[in-house]
């Protein structure tokens, strides 16, 4: 199963370089100096067993920060892996039961479910929660990764998600799950109570790849234009050349493994702009590689249209988990873009339109997307000026009666919530704004925190916008199975 991004966690922000480390079978080898005047990885203390001192605290912090195998590293101490993994699982443990603690706070919770793959043939699911809590913050706690030994089917997905709800006793009080696992609604059967809703950035992905399908020769030879750069320091250095007689700003040249849009996008505006030197240097060399202008101009159309793609990411949100609330007006804003550079003749532009029409066109006629973008009050004009407003009314007033918080001023559900639509001129955050509503709101609140909570992806939108792969993943790959579940938990949550 192809998957539009990795899945890239938290490294020290400190630890910016593997200078220093020795290799051992392509795996990074640490050793930790115990001495007191050693500088810590982190400043995070670690509870460790007593009578070990500093050692193992550093060592902790370089495991669970830098996603490092236990096998790979060596300590100058009389330690060994198994008292190093019981520090890890003693660690775990007590992350688990703080976690848990905000967890059975929540009323309602929202889960995502993420698939990814270290290789072709081994997959894993991480799966998180979501929830606002009553400082009106929201959020996320990793809760379990689990290895898919045999099969990584929708059916072995919804398998996992019931085990974990199980076992952190969520699963009633969850109703929405996020997912980048295809086919998932059809394997539901198990937990119809539960709403399944496809990833924003995997479907967008997934837009891109169906639409970019017909023009795959012509982006193969743009990579093959990049690699004879990459791969020939004269070439470069002639490249360079060029650039300057001709007053070119002097930007690498970018490369774009697969069909990932957003590298694509760099590797086709970095070339289309170096163009003239690019066309010099292959006709210096006699290299076989020019683009025609036919060729050109589809690129140029590409560009134009992955420009609209990035700003549209780029309005979802750019640190952290984001509500789903926002959504709406991004595809409607997307959708019109498109639009107008498909009435320009742009073929690439008319075909994404018709691509995202079928995928995503039709969310605003579902029910639980519209009242969770009109209870976000920088965005419920979207919602509100459509004639069918009322069908979103009623579920909101049915939601404030099955409400279990409790408003001590009396006025009707009707009349707060019309008082709600009335609201202009709102600043601050959506979050803000839901916390310092009065005590007549409570109800209509207590909505909102529910429905907000629901992310619109299944990674944090910074890895969303993330170009390159990081050394992080490969790290993370090499993490030994039976450490993994807690190595990946304690780097999320800490």
């Given at each position: 199963?192809?998957?539009?991004?990795?899945?890239v966690?938290?490294?020290?922000?400190?630890?910016?370089?593997?200078?220093?480390?020795?290799?051992?079978?392509?795996?990074?080898?640490?050793?930790?100096q115990?001495?007191?005047?050693?500088?810590?990885?982190?400043?995070?203390?670690?509870?460790?067993?007593?009578?070990?001192?500093?050692?193992?605290?550093?060592?902790?912090?370089?495991?669970?920060k830098?996603?490092?195998?236990l096998?790979?590293?060596?300590?100058?101490?009389?330690?060994?892996?198994?008292?190093?993994?019981c520090?890890?699982?003693?660690?775990?443990?007590?992350?688990?039961?703080?976690?848990?603690?905000?967890?059975?706070?929540?009323?309602?919770?929202?889960?995502?479910?993420?698939?990814?793959?270290?290789?072709?043939?081994?997959?894993y699911?991480?799966?998180?929660?979501?929830?606002?809590?009553?400082?009106?913050?929201?959020?996320?706690?990793?809760?379990?990764?689990?290895?898919?030994?045999?099969?990584?089917?929708?059916?072995?997905?919804?398998?996992?998600?019931?085990?974990?709800?199980?076992?952190?006793?969520?699963?009633?009080?969850?109703?929405?799950?996020?997912?980048?696992?295809?086919?998932?609604?059809?394997?539901?059967?198990?937990?119809?109570?539960w709403?399944?809703?496809?990833?924003?950035?995997?479907?967008?992905?997934?837009?891109v790849?169906?639409?970019?399908?017909?023009?795959?020769?012509?982006?193969?030879?743009?990579?093959?234009?990049?690699?004879?750069?990459?791969?020939?320091?004269?070439?470069?250095?002639?490249?360079?050349?060029?650039?300057i007689?001709?007053?070119l700003?002097?930007?690498?040249?970018?490369?774009?493994?697969?069909?990932?849009?957003?590298?694509?996008?760099?590797?086709?505006?970095t070339?289309?702009?170096?163009?003239?030197?690019?066309?010099?240097?292959?006709?210096?060399?006699?290299?076989?590689?020019?683009?025609?202008?036919?060729?050109?101009?589809?690129?140029?159309?590409?560009?134009?249209?992955?420009?609209?793609?990035?700003?549209?990411?780029?309005?979802?949100?750019?640190?952290?988990?984001i509500?789903?609330?926002?959504?709406?007006?991004?595809?409607?804003?997307?959708?019109?873009?498109?639009?107008?550079?498909?009435?320009?003749?742009?073929?690439?532009?008319?075909?994404?339109?018709?691509?995202?029409?079928?995928?995503?066109?039709?969310?605003?006629?579902?029910?639980?997307?519209?009242?969770?973008?009109?209870?976000?009050?920088?965005?419920?004009?979207?919602?509100?000026?459509?004639s069918?407003?009322?069908?979103?009314?009623?579920?909101?007033?049915?939601?404030?009666?099955?409400?279990?918080?409790v408003?001590?001023?009396?006025?009707?559900?009707?009349?707060?919530?019309?008082?709600?639509?009335?609201?202009?001129?709102?600043?601050g955050?959506?979050?803000?704004?839901?916390?310092?509503?009065?005590?007549?709101?409570?109800?209509?609140?207590?909505?909102?925190?529910?429905?907000?909570?629901?992310?619109?992806?299944?990674?944090?939108?910074?890895?969303v916008?993330?170009?390159?792969?990081?050394?992080?993943?490969?790290?993370?790959?090499?993490?030994?199975?039976?450490?993994?579940?807690?190595?990946?938990?304690?780097?999320?949550?800490?």
């Open positions: 199963m192809q998957l539009p991004y990795p899945r966690y938290k490294p020290e922000r400190n630890h910016t370089s593997d200078r220093g480390r020795k290799f051992l079978h392509g795996r990074p080898f640490l050793r930790v115990t001495n007191q005047q050693a500088q810590p990885h982190i400043q995070q203390e670690f509870p460790t067993n007593k009578g070990l001192g500093s050692g193992i605290k550093k060592l902790l912090n370089i495991i669970i830098d996603l490092q195998p096998s790979s590293v060596n300590i100058e101490a009389p330690l060994s892996q198994s008292s190093i993994r520090e890890l699982q003693s660690f775990y443990r007590t992350k688990r039961v703080e976690v848990q603690r905000s967890v059975n706070k929540a009323h309602n919770l929202v889960l995502s479910a993420e698939l990814w793959s270290s290789n072709k043939n081994t997959f699911l991480t799966v998180a929660g979501h929830l606002i809590n009553e400082n009106w913050e929201l959020k996320s706690y990793v809760l379990d990764t689990a290895h898919l030994i045999h099969k990584s089917t929708a059916e072995s997905v919804v398998e996992q998600l019931l085990r974990i709800s199980k076992e952190w006793n969520i699963t009633e009080k969850t109703q929405f799950v996020v997912t980048n696992v295809d086919g998932i609604k059809r394997a539901q059967n198990n937990i119809r109570k709403t399944f809703i496809p990833c924003f950035a995997f479907t967008l992905d997934k837009v790849r169906e639409t970019l399908s017909d023009w795959e020769l012509l982006l193969r030879k743009c990579q093959q234009i990049v690699a004879f750069f990459h791969q020939s320091d004269e070439a470069s250095q002639h490249l360079q050349k060029h650039r007689s001709l007053k700003q002097s930007r690498e040249l970018t490369q774009s493994s697969g069909l990932k849009w957003l590298p694509t996008f760099y590797m086709l505006k070339i289309l702009e170096q163009w003239p030197a690019i066309f010099e240097v292959f006709v210096d060399k006699r290299v076989d590689l020019c683009l025609n202008e036919n060729e050109r101009k589809i690129v140029d159309q590409i560009v134009k249209v992955l420009d609209v793609l990035k700003e549209a990411t780029l309005k979802v949100g750019r640190q952290g988990f509500s789903i609330s926002n959504i709406i007006p991004v595809v409607q804003m997307l959708q019109e873009r498109l639009r107008n550079l498909g009435m320009m003749e742009n073929r690439i532009a008319q075909k994404l339109s018709e691509k995202c029409d079928y995928h995503i066109g039709k969310i605003n006629q579902i029910l639980w997307f519209r009242v969770c973008t009109a209870l976000d009050p920088q965005y419920k004009t979207s919602v509100l000026r459509d069918s407003i009322e069908d979103v009314k009623a579920e909101i007033k049915r939601q404030m009666r099955e409400s279990k918080s408003c001590h001023k009396s006025r009707s559900d009707e009349s707060v919530l019309l008082n709600y639509w009335e609201m202009k001129d709102i600043s955050s959506t979050l803000e704004f839901w916390r310092n509503l009065p005590e007549e709101f409570r109800k209509l609140s207590s909505v909102a925190r529910k429905n907000l909570s629901v992310v619109s992806t299944v990674i944090p939108m910074e890895n916008h993330q170009m390159k792969e990081s050394q992080i993943i490969n790290r993370r790959n090499c993490l030994e199975p039976e450490n993994l579940n807690m190595i990946l938990f304690l780097n999320s949550n800490l």
